[in-house]
């Protein structure tokens, strides 16, 4: 879901097995208002599969005879670019897959400052939004997107791997539990963690992972003091631990050879080849790996372990929602489809197929079998929103994410990165 920021599926794009093209675009919304077609534009990360919204709309149409839902997928490095050109433009989508908050290229706060997305105050089901995800969807106090899936990411871990080499984790494993390890893993020709080093979508989400323990955890308000002036990057002790962290385990010999240059094949082919025991990513990713080999890898999704002195965390969010386009000229068929979408049954198909998690997280029995690791933190809510939905723009997250690329060379110190933090914050 973005160009140099793409945030919360910048891992996913490792796992594509095939080179997206951008699919050709259109919309209703220019059409003369044919009450029976709407379009539905979404990103993909793999031309070869089916998205969750096409399905999504497929089901739609067998429930509503006679109505069309044109979907549009897009390539997903192009996105962001591609869905703001078009509504620039007046010819975008009649509803479309959307980034939460503020962060990312084409999100709820610019596209809803330009008067792009539609309200849909009223016009979603009840519970559809959790309380803590209402400000990222929202614009002026308007409701103008729903989120369809609660999305963790943490370590998307090989079991079969670990096995191998003796590795050991579990719940209460601390960072410094795993830093301990990595020599002997290293020795037999493997990784604790693979790391896209030179990709900073890839080395922010992991960072975004350990300051879920470290920041945003134990302090869900830290970005509104920040962008309060109450605090900084710099200033953060949090943050600070989450970048030492990081170098602590490049230098602890817990990253692949070469990962300060790699580049998301090296994560492909590393868990592919069993060189590798696990990486960050959404935990959706692990649905995707298990699914391309018909069942022969089995994964599991795992917090990302805390440093010692910090409680664990689940990064765990609503990075990713559906809105509407205030221009449709087939307001009442796109408001019925995005209010269909909201409903539970279909959030909850929603999270089986992606590989998420419902947004009600109350029956944690409906979980899918990956998810048992971070099952009890789910319970007690351990969870931690996604930093970047709240930052002002997306060059913070990309200031971390290069920032890190830079600590693990030896170009830039921690209070570097901090620093470049907090002037792109502005």
Avoid at 211 to 233: C, H, I, L, M, Q
Avoid at 276 to 293: E, Q, R, V, Y
Avoid at 363 to 372: I, V
Wanted: aromatic share 8%.
């Amino acid at each position: 879901m973005n160009t140099s920021t793409w945030r919360r599926l910048g891992a996913i794009a490792a796992l594509s097995l095939a080179t997206t093209s951008l699919a050709a675009c259109g919309s209703s919304s220019g059409s003369g208002g044919d009450s029976k077609s709407i379009t539905f534009a979404y990103q993909i990360a793999n031309a070869n599969a089916k998205s969750v919204f096409a399905t999504l709309a497929d089901k739609y149409e067998k429930s509503h005879p006679g109505v069309t839902i044109k979907t549009n997928p897009i390539a997903l490095n192009t996105y962001g670019s591609t869905l703001t050109t078009q509504l620039q433009a007046g010819n975008g989508p009649d509803v479309f897959f959307i980034n939460a908050g503020g962060g990312q290229a084409g999100s709820v706060a610019p596209l809803g400052e330009a008067g792009k997305l539609l309200d849909l105050t009223g016009k979603v089901a009840d519970g559809a939004v959790p309380e803590n995800a209402k400000a990222s969807m929202s614009y002026k106090g308007k409701l103008v997107a729903f989120p369809v899936y609660l999305a963790p990411t943490g370590i998307v871990f090989s079991p079969m791997a670990a096995e191998k080499s003796g590795f050991k984790i579990d719940s209460s494993s601390t960072m410094q539990d795993v830093i301990a390890q990595c020599s002997k893993v290293a020795s037999g020709g493997q990784a604790v963690f693979g790391l896209a080093g030179a990709m900073s979508p890839n080395t922010a989400i992991f960072t975004s992972a350990i300051a879920a323990s470290t920041v945003y955890g134990p302090d869900p308000e830290w970005n509104k003091k920040r962008a309060a002036g109450e605090t900084t990057f710099a200033e953060s002790d949090g943050w600070r631990t989450a970048l030492e962290t990081v170098k602590d385990l490049y230098d602890g010999n817990c990253f692949q050879k070469g990962a300060a240059g790699a580049g998301f094949d090296a994560l492909t082919n590393g868990m592919g080849q069993g060189k590798m025991l696990g990486f960050s990513a959404p935990g959706g990713a692990a649905k995707d790996i298990m699914d391309s080999t018909h069942g022969a890898v089995k994964l599991d999704v795992l917090a990302m372990p805390a440093p010692e002195g910090s409680n664990t965390y689940l990064m765990a969010g609503t990075p990713d929602a559906i809105a509407g386009n205030a221009a449709t000229k087939n307001k009442k068929l796109a408001e019925d489809f995005i209010s269909w979408m909201s409903q539970p049954a279909q959030t909850q198909a929603a999270a089986v197929a992606s590989g998420d998690i419902p947004v009600d997280t109350s029956d944690t029995s409906a979980l899918l079998p990956q998810y048992k690791g971070v099952t009890d933190l789910l319970k007690a809510g351990k969870t931690a929103q996604y930093p970047y939905i709240d930052w002002p723009n997306g060059e913070v997250y990309n200031a971390l994410g290069t920032g890190v690329t830079g600590l693990l060379t030896g170009q830039k110190s921690v209070d570097d990165v901090l620093k470049s933090m907090d002037k792109a914050w502005g």
